[in-house]
């Protein structure tokens, strides 16, 4: 519901909180810390989600902290309501986002998803997540 930006932003002006490193259309970040394209780009992100009432209303803001390559580039931005069109607390149409739905709200997780940049391709590799409290359990809706 939130997106950390990957796109090219080494030499490739675009809008701050568009570039890599950025909480997508939320906070940009406090430095550009992007490698040359083609260059392995590194990400340690630490990830609080919002939390929320029954209803899905935020109570409790959330927070991210972000280095990318090495170099902080967000530190404790707070963020509420999710500003995709995709999000499945608002976007729901199949039997799918109401299963997400339904955990987001018992349980203030996921789902986190990985994409591309249209015309800025990427491959992903070591990802490693790992759950700070129990709120943070694995969920998967697809039953896989």
């Known amino acids: 519901m939130y997106e950390m930006q990957i796109l090219d932003s080494y030499d490739n002006p675009v809008d701050p909180k568009e570039a890599l490193g ?25 990830y609080t989600a919002p939390r929320r009432d029954e209803k899905g209303k935020v109570t409790q803001p959330g927070e991210i902290t972000a280095m990318l390559n090495g170099v902080l580039v967000q530190h404790k931005a707070h963020f509420t309501e999710s500003i995709s ?22 349980t203030d997780c996921g789902p986190l998803f990985l994409q591309d940049h249209h015309g800025s391709p990427v491959r992903f590799r070591n990802i490693w997540i790992r759950p700070l409290d129990a709120n943070a359990s694995v969920f998967e809706a697809d039953g896989r």
Do not use: F
């Open 85 to 106: 069109r995709w999000n499945p607390l608002v976007y729901q149409t199949t039997a799918y986002t109401d299963k997400v739905r339904a955990s987001i709200l018992k």
């Open 22 to 46: 950025a909480l997508y259309n939320i906070s940009p970040p406090l430095v550009n810390a992007a490698r040359k394209p083609r260059e392995w780009q590194v990400y340690d992100i630490i």
